[in-house]
């Protein structure tokens, strides 16, 4: 019988508490001094939350990672050639 989508959210996140409890669990501190010192320490790990950089890295707009979209009308005449990083 199929189930509904909150049936189903409950179910996955019953499995998950179920498989995280037998998990070993291990706090280690976020700094970059100890993570310099002991790399290997750190190997493997899932971070049980998000990081998040205090400024904005690079420092300026970037296509790749800010998304930037051209549409073909909104360009002038010309010639139109596709170019390839390859």
């Known amino acids: 019988m199929p189930r509904t989508i909150d ?45 998040r950089a205090p400024i904005d890295l690079p420092p300026f707009d970037n296509s790749q990672m800010d998304g930037f979209a051209v549409r073909a009308a909104d360009l002038g005449p010309g010639e139109r050639r596709c170019r390839s990083a390859r």
Request: without cysteine.
């Open 7 to 51: 049936e189903h959210a409950h179910a996955v996140a019953a499995l998950l508490r179920e498989g995280l409890a037998h998990r070993r669990a291990e706090t280690l501190a976020v700094d970059a001094a100890l993570l310099a010192a002991s790399p290997e320490r750190h190997l493997g790990r899932i971070l049980a939350e998000d990081v």
